[in-house]
């Protein structure tokens, strides 16, 4: 490899991290500049999100993106970034009904966005198809606690686990998802305490979501913490920036010149020598000329 920095990052950074007591950070991103900006900004993991769905396709909830427009998605963030870690959602119907689905749907993943590894969403059977994608020798990031895929059941975007029988179940989840093989989980939107108590059980690398600090690291929607996205924002959302207003600040003030005639300016503008513009004048009489006869 490269100079130090430049490096593709390979699945085990991750342990590495957690070893040794680092944050690690992670962000979505759905297409190249996104992806430009994730690795610029020094990020170690990018996940391309079925959140994309919503943010970038403009759908209602995650459930109607397809493996392909996925696909696509993936493929840009792939030729924005080297070094952070490629990590792809696969969506909602296309890893779930059979072991020979997920595995097919990964590696279709693989093979054509050049992701590192894939994400799937749940406990029960989905642990089931994170051993037999593992098995396909596919690292797999387990998903817990709000799994928006399937949050009709869960009643909504809301937080999970809030009594401790229902905390136990994630638990539980989170458990089964390791004993699966899973390299690292992400655990979204539950109380902090449960998190917390659950950590000490789990040695690979955990990524939080509204789970609180207690976790080896944290993940937010890029469109969300850049202000980008206008939706209703989870409760753990921070946003750092306003990118939205200021996008839109910046396409009326082209307007506004565009109306005003101030752009183009004499800046913007290709030239023609002076002889050449007489000669096109004479020529285009002529042709007049010719078409008037
Ligand atoms: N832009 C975006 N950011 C996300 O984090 C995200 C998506 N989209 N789409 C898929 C899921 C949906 N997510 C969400 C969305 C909303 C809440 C939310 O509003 N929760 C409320 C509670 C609402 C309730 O109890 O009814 C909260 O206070 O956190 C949580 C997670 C997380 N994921
Ligand atoms: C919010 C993260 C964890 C996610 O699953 C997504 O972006 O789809």
Redesign the pocket.
């Known amino acids: 490899m490269s100079a130090r920095g430049t490096r593709r990052a390979a699945i085990g950074d991750l342990a590495a991290k957690k070893a040794a007591g680092e944050p690690i950070v992670m962000v979505t991103a759905y297409d190249y500049p996104g992806a430009q900006v994730a690795e610029a900004a020094g990020v170690d993991v990018v996940l391309v999100g079925d ?1 994309g769905a ?2 970038v396709l403009g759908y209602e909830s ?1 459930v109607p993106v397809t493996v392909d427009e996925m696909i696509m998605l993936g493929r840009a963030v792939r030729r924005g970034m080297t070094r952070p870690l490629h990590v792809a959602d696969l969506p909602f119907g296309s890893y779930e009904a059979s072991d020979e689905l997920a595995v097919t749907t990964a590696q279709r993943f693989v093979k054509e966005t050049g992701c590192d590894a894939v994400k799937i969403e749940g406990g029960g059977r989905t642990v089931d198809r994170a051993a037999a994608i593992v098995a396909a020798g596919i690292p797999v990031m387990g998903h817990v606690g ?1 799994t ?1 895929q399937t949050a009709g059941a869960l009643g ?4 999970q686990g809030r009594t401790a029988d229902e905390a136990l179940a994630v638990c539980r989840d989170a458990l089964a998802l390791q004993g699966a093989g899973c390299f690292s989980l992400v655990i ?2 539950v109380p902090s305490p449960l998190a917390a108590a659950l950590m000490p059980r789990l040695h690979v690398p955990v990524i939080g ?2 789970a609180g600090p207690a976790v080896d690291g944290q993940v937010l ?1 890029l ?2 913490l850049l202000g980008i ?1 206008d ?2 924002a ?4 921070k946003r750092y920036d306003g990118l939205r207003e200021r996008m839109i600040d910046g396409v009326a003030a082209y307007a506004a010149d565009v109306r005003a005639g101030s752009y183009p300016g004499p800046e913007h503008q290709y030239g023609m020598p002076e002889a050449e513009s007489a000669r096109l004048a004479e020529l285009l009489g002529d042709l007049e000329d010719g078409a008037n006869r």
């Open positions: 959140s919503m943010t995650t709000l928006p909504g975007y809301r937080a979204e939107a979501i509204g929607v469109h969300d996205h939706g209703p989870a409760r753990f959302v």
